[in-house]
C-alpha cells in the first residue's frame, strides 16, 4: 500500500509533464515565428533554460545537501541521456535540416566546457568553486552573445518589416482615394500583440508545469528505486537523470508530431551545454567536490573511463556529421540508441 502513494505521484508527473510541455512548444515556436527567429535559435536559448531548469534545482539542492556525486551525475547522465536517447530517438523516426550557422555557437561553447571540465576531472581530481564560477561565466557570455545575435536578426527583420508596411500605407492611401473608405491595420497590429502575450503566457506555464512534473516524478521514482537498494551514484546517472531529461523528452516528441524539428535539435545541444555550464557551475559554486567514485574499471575510477568518455562520445557523433553535411542522418539515431543501451547495461553490471 506503501507504495502506491509514490507510483500515484509518478503518473501525476508525468501527466503535467505532457501537458506543460505541449504549451511549451506551442508558445515557443509562435514567438520564432512572431519575430521571424530560427526555431534552431530558440530552442538553443529560451526553450533550453526552461526545460533545464528541473535539472538546476535537483544539482542546487543536492550540492547544499553535500550530495556531489547526484549533483555531477545528473548533469553528466542528463547529457548522455539528451544525447543518446531522445535526441536519437527523434533523428532515427524523423531525420531534418539542420543549419551549420545556428548550431556553431552553442557547440562551440559545449566543447569550450567540456574541455575544462575534463581538466577538472582528469588532471585537478576535483571541481574547485573556481571552476564553478568560470562555467557560470561561460554561461553569462553565451547569453550575451546569444542575445546580441537576436538583437541583430530582429533589426534586420524590422528593416524588411518597415518596407513592407510602408507599401501597405501606400495601397491603403490608394483605396482610401477610390473608394472613400478608411483603411488600417491596427485591427491586425492588436491581434499580433494579442497572440504574442498568449504565446508568452502558454511559455511560462508551460515551464511551470515541467518543473512541478519533473519534480514530483524525480522524487518519487528515486524513492522507489532506494527501496530496491539502488546506488546513489546509479540513481544520479540513469532514474535522476533521466527524470530530469524528461522535458526535453516531451519536448521533442512534441515539437516532432507538431512539426518543429529544428527547435527540438536546438533545445537539446543548448540544454547540453547548460547542464555543464549552469546546472554543474551551480552546484560547484555552491558545494565544490571531487570526482565521485563509485567503482572502479582497470584500478581507475569508472567515471572517468565509462561516463565522461561517453558523453563527449555521444556528443561528437550528433555535431560533428551535423555540421558537416547541415542535416541529421537516421543512422546517427541508431548508433546513438545502441551506445545508450549499452551505457545503461554497463553502469548497473558495475
Not at 15 to 28: E, H, N, S
Not at 32 to 50: C, D, K, M, Q, Y
Not at 80 to 105: D, V, Y
Not at 332 to 348: C, D, E, P
Amino acid at each position: 500500500m506503501e507504495m502506491l502513494i509514490p507510483i500515484f505521484w509518478l503518473i501525476a508527473g508525468f501527466v503535467l509533464l505532457i501537458k506543460g510541455g505541449d504549451w511549451f512548444v506551442d508558445g515557443a515556436s509562435g514567438i520564432a515565428r512572431r519575430f521571424h527567429l530560427p526555431e534552431i535559435l530558440i530552442g538553443a536559448t529560451v526553450v533550453s533554460i526552461g526545460t533545464t531548469l528541473p535539472e538546476v534545482m535537483v544539482s542546487a539542492g543536492a550540492a547544499m545537501q553535500g550530495s556531489g556525486s547526484i549533483a555531477y551525475g545528473n548533469a553528466l547522465g542528463s547529457i548522455i541521456c539528451n544525447t543518446a536517447l531522445i535526441s536519437a530517438l527523434t533523428i532515427a523516426i524523423k531525420p531534418g535540416p539542420a543549419a551549420r550557422k545556428s548550431l556553431t555557437i552553442p557547440v562551440g561553447f559545449f566543447f569550450g566546457a567540456a574541455t575544462l571540465y575534463c581538466v577538472a576531472a582528469y588532471i585537478m581530481g576535483t571541481f574547485t568553486r573556481t571552476i564553478g564560477m568560470v562555467l557560470l561565466a561561460a554561461f553569462v557570455v553565451y547569453m550575451v552573445l546569444t542575445v546580441l545575435r537576436m538583437k541583430k536578426t530582429a533589426v534586420g527583420i524590422d528593416t524588411v518589416q518597415l518596407e513592407e508596411k510602408v507599401g501597405a500605407l501606400t495601397s491603403e492611401a490608394e483605396l482610401e482615394a477610390q473608394s472613400g473608405e478608411d483603411f488600417t491595420v491596427e485591427s491586425k497590429e492588436a491581434g499580433t500583440k494579442d497572440s504574442l502575450l498568449k504565446d508568452i503566457i502558454l511559455l511560462v506555464i508551460g515551464a511551470v508545469l515541467i518543473a512541478i512534473g519533473a519534480d514530483l516524478l524525480v522524487d518519487n521514482a528515486t524513492l522507489i528505486a532506494e527501496n530496491f537498494g539502488v546506488s546513489e551514484k546509479v540513481i544520479g546517472l540513469t532514474i535522476v537523470a533521466l527524470g530530469t531529461s524528461l522535458p526535453e523528452l516531451v519536448t521533442a516528441i512534441t515539437s516532432l508530431i507538431k512539426g518543429h524539428g529544428s527547435l527540438s535539435l536546438g533545445n537539446i545541444i543548448g540544454a547540453n551545454l547548460f547542464n555543464l555550464v549552469l546546472v554543474s557551475g551551480t552546484a560547484i559554486t555552491i558545494n565544490p567536490f571531487a570526482v565521485p567514485v563509485s567503482g572502479y574499471i582497470g584500478g581507475i575510477n569508472s567515471s572517468l573511463v565509462l561516463d565522461i568518455p561517453v558523453m563527449l562520445a555521444v556528443m561528437l557523433i550528433l555535431t560533428v556529421p551535423t555540421l558537416i553535411k547541415e542535416k541529421l542522418s537516421r543512422w546517427q539515431g541508431i548508433l546513438l540508441l545502441g551506445i545508450y543501451a549499452s551505457y545503461t547495461v554497463l553502469l548497473f553490471v558495475l
